[in-house]
């Protein structure tokens, strides 16, 4: 288990650290509404969610400028939502109707968004990682100051893609930031078991990219981290890596009997719950009141309370439509004569 959080002398920025708490608590009330409505069967196919890794999206979003791109795993929903995808179009995605941000075509693992330049959403463990590796390419031959941030779990470090993915950002010194969401466990595999050297930042070190681990179950030591490296990154520093260092409360997916761990490891775990943890700081800080965190849920449960009815009142896609987007359809006249005239 990672150390606990360091006794910090009060809370450096009270401000930060509450729209931390309360990205977290909209990332957790929006994972279990998708539990909630999963039992129910209003959400069907594979489901993954991340309570208990909050505070890696959190933190590492917060630092992050609009244009920036994110690319992520099948474990994605809360990336997507603080990446500014509305949850109404995140959960009518999931029901499959043409409302969400893919029309409903991509569910639960494919959840995409090029307004927000969120490219995903991506099934295949370690898909994301030359994705974002030609994001950041594009951006550097273009000239433009993004940064491309691409999650992905330790499950991923075991593929070629992870390597060849590092070892081209490095060469080419491009403006990427890889974040290891280590959770211990690929699927119901543990890292030890897979892995003869456990510290992943040390093996992408050895790419001369600079990486260091992460506290992942504190948030304001994932937003101070995030911020360092995406200011590196974005000033033309090359790639930076950093291994969050983080647990899942629930089981790999909705279909997972869980026989792979115990149930004293993962109780032991939820004592570090992100969440309880910065607020008890904030409350003992005294930045922070009972009646504000009431009013904070009120404000969260409102906010999904709407997005759940956007979503149950939505439509499936029409038949006639689903050979849509197989091709590239004829831009509208008036887009090609705007076009033309820049």
């Excluded at 470090?157 to 950002?169: D, K, T, Y």
């Excluded at 309370?305 to 956007?310: L, P, S």
């Amino acid at each position: 288990m990672t150390a606990r959080p360091p006794e910090r002398q009060g809370i450096p920025h009270p401000e930060q650290a509450r729209f931390l708490l309360q990205q977290m608590l909209r990332v957790r009330r929006l994972e279990e509404t998708c539990v909630e409505l999963y039992s129910a069967s209003r959400i069907r196919g594979f489901l993954h969610v991340s309570i208990g890794q909050e505070a890696v999206a959190a933190g590492i979003t917060a630092a992050l400028e609009p244009d920036d791109a994110v690319v992520a795993t099948y474990r994605e929903h809360g990336h997507a939502l603080l990446k500014g995808v509305p949850a109404g179009l995140v959960l009518a995605e999931m029901y499959g109707n043409v409302e969400g941000c893919c029309r409903g075509r991509g569910g639960s693992m494919h959840l995409f968004d090029s307004e927000t330049r969120f490219f995903g959403g991506n099934a295949i463990v370690a898909g994301g990682l030359p994705v974002a590796v030609g994001l950041a390419l594009a951006d550097r031959m273009a000239g433009r100051e993004r940064v491309t941030v691409c999650f992905f779990g330790d499950g991923a470090v075991a593929e070629g893609e992870f390597h060849e993915s590092l070892n081209l950002a490095a060469l080419w010194q491009l403006p990427v930031l890889f974040c290891c969401e280590n959770n211990l466990y690929a699927m119901g595999t543990a890292l030890n078991l897979t892995e003869s050297e456990t510290d992943l930042a040390l093996k992408a070190a050895s790419y001369k990219i600079p990486a260091w681990p992460v506290d992942g179950m504190d948030v304001l030591a994932v937003d101070e981290a995030a911020h360092r490296a995406v200011a590196a990154v974005r000033a033309g520093g090359g790639p930076y890596f950093l291994e969050l260092r983080t647990y899942r409360f629930r089981a790999h997916s909705m279909f997972d009997p869980e026989r792979y761990r115990e149930k004293s490891e993962v109780a032991e775990w939820m004592t570090r719950d992100p969440i309880n943890l910065l607020r008890a700081e904030l409350l003992a800080a005294g930045e922070f009141t009972e009646k504000e965190w009431a009013e904070l849920q009120q404000e969260v449960e409102a906010e999904l309370a709407v997005a759940a009815e956007f979503a149950d009142t939505g439509h499936p896609e029409p038949v006639e439509d689903l050979r849509r987007f197989l091709s590239s359809e004829p831009e509208p006249a008036e887009a090609r004569a705007k076009r033309g005239a820049r």
